[in-house]
């Protein structure tokens, strides 16, 4: 797994600004075809607690 930097700390798997989780799934958020990032998003968070 690479290292994925990712700012959501609110969710389960992030530790320091960093992803811990062993894979993550990431989407289109709503689109057919992404054609910039804020179109795309990541299915494998979860909230804390
Ligand atoms: S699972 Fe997704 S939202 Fe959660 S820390 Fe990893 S990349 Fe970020």
Redesign the pocket.
């Known amino acids: 797994m690479p290292q ?1 930097k ?1 700012n ?1 700390t609110e ?4 530790q320091d600004v960093m ?3 062993s894979m ?1 799934q990431v989407d289109r958020n709503g689109v057919s075809k992404a054609s910039m990032s804020p179109q795309t998003k ?1 299915e ?3 909230p804390k607690g």
């Open positions: 994925i990712c959501v969710c389960h798997y992030n992803c811990h989780a993550i990541c494998t968070f979860k």
